[in-house]
């Protein structure tokens, strides 16, 4: 029902900036809270930042004050804009849609982020 595309993934320098972009495919004004999680090989998928359907936001303590988290619900689009990237940072990052009173979950594909030092 809903669809989720990443992009903006890429190679970057240590310190470099990259900014990450989520289309749905559905109108996500209000009614779905979004968020960006990344995973690499051999770990857990974890949570990188969340914005709610009000604008609230929420960050992993490893990316705060470096990435930030935004949408714009008139083009159904959410962004990561991820400055100060570390090689830590590498991973597979994926966007997450989660409809704040159906409870459901969706997720794009990823996009892969390389961080070189």
């Known amino acids: 029902q809903v669809q989720l595309v ?32 990344r995973q690499v090989p051999g770990e857990q998928r974890e949570l990188v930042a969340t914005i709610t359907g009000g604008g609230s936001t ?16 008139a083009k159904n689009t959410v962004y990561l ?14 966007c997450n849609a989660r409809h704040q009173t159906l409870g459901r979950d969706y997720w794009g594909q990823g996009t892969q982020v390389a961080v070189s030092s």
């Open 81 to 94: 804009q991820m400055n100060s990237l570390k090689p830590e940072d590498a991973a597979v990052y994926y």
């Open 58 to 73: 929420n960050y992993a303590d490893s990316v705060k004050g470096r990435f930030t988290i935004s949408r714009d619900n």
């Open 6 to 37: 990443e992009s903006g993934g890429g190679l970057v320098q240590a310190g470099g900036s990259l900014r990450l972009s989520c289309a749905a495919s559905v109108n996500i004004f209000r009614a779905y809270s979004m968020g960006w999680y």
